[in-house]
């Protein structure tokens, strides 16, 4: 089995009522019922195609794709010289 790229969009709705019907075009992540909106997962070379077939419906207010695919996710720390003296002594 071929492990294929996902990416997120997420989804603004007028009314939860709808929210099964995304459930044609990806994996339904998340649903939120106080903000109304929902997280769907697809394929990232199908995003563009997926994502304007569902901001033609009515009852969607807003469509947005995730930009974590595209984040750098390795973090770098730097310490102070102050600290690094701190650690040396024991304090």
């Known amino acids: 089995m071929v492990e ?10 007028h ?9 044609k075009f990806g994996n339904v992540h998340y649903v939120s019922k106080r ?11 199908q995003i563009e195609k997926t994502m304007d077939k569902i901001s033609s419906y009515s009852y969607v207010k807003k469509v ?13 720390s730097k310490l102070d010289k102050a600290k690094e ?4 002594i024991g304090i």
Do not use: A, T
């Not at 294929?4 to 709705?13: A, D, F, T």
């Not at 009314?15 to 459930?23: D, F, I, T, V």
């Not at 003296?85 to 040396?88: C, G, I, L």
């Open 15 to 23: 009314s939860l009522k709808h929210s099964k019907m995304l459930r």
């Open 4 to 13: 294929s790229k996902r990416q997120g969009i997420i989804v603004y709705l």
């Open 35 to 45: 903000l109304k909106y929902v997280v769907l997962y697809c394929d990232m070379s």
């Open 64 to 76: 947005e794709p995730s930009y974590k695919p595209f984040l750098k996710l390795e973090f770098e």
């Open 85 to 88: 003296y701190d650690y040396k």
